[in-house]
């Protein structure tokens, strides 16, 4: 996990890449969660799928309110994958995507990206440090990881 200095304040980021996947070692898989159920700290409270608008285009996150009890601390996740040039939150779209271009000759590289901001007792003042970052930050972030996907 990276924290960013960003205009609108720090944002924790985390890019998972998968440069060929494998039994175990794959992007879309039952064991990647965001907080395992009977993790000693974290807790799940709510996700869902959500649409951010940043002016000219709209994208897809999944979002999640995360609770470490003991600490009394809070983070808003969103996070995506990017599979073959192309933003994703479904499960089933990803992994069709990852076959396709894995049919097409193009390999089965795909990352996982997570952006987090704490927050105190409700969400909204983290909002728009999430936005300001994913709108500076997600057309940079998505050309490299387009580049790390390129077969030699």
């Known amino acids: 996990m990276l924290y960013l200095d960003h205009a609108a304040g720090r944002v924790m980021v985390f890019v998972a890449w998968y440069g060929s996947q494998h039994q175990n070692a794959e992007l879309i898989n039952s064991q990647n969660v965001l907080v395992a159920e009977k993790d000693p700290v974290w807790r799940n409270l709510l996700e869902t799928n959500e649409m951010i608008n940043l002016g000219d285009r709209q994208v897809a996150v999944r979002q ?43 390999g089965d590289t795909g990352s996982a990206i997570l952006i987090a901001e704490p927050y105190r007792d409700k969400q909204d003042k983290a909002e728009p440090v999430l936005k300001a970052f994913l709108q500076d930050a997600r057309p940079g972030l998505n050309h490299v990881l387009d580049l790390g996907s390129e077969r030699p």
């Open 64 to 106: 999640a309110l995360l609770h470490a009890p003991a600490r009394d601390e809070r983070l808003l996740v969103w996070y995506w994958r990017h599979i073959d040039g192309r933003d994703s939150t479904n499960i089933f779209k990803g992994k069709l995507a990852l076959a396709w271009s894995k049919l097409s000759g193009r």
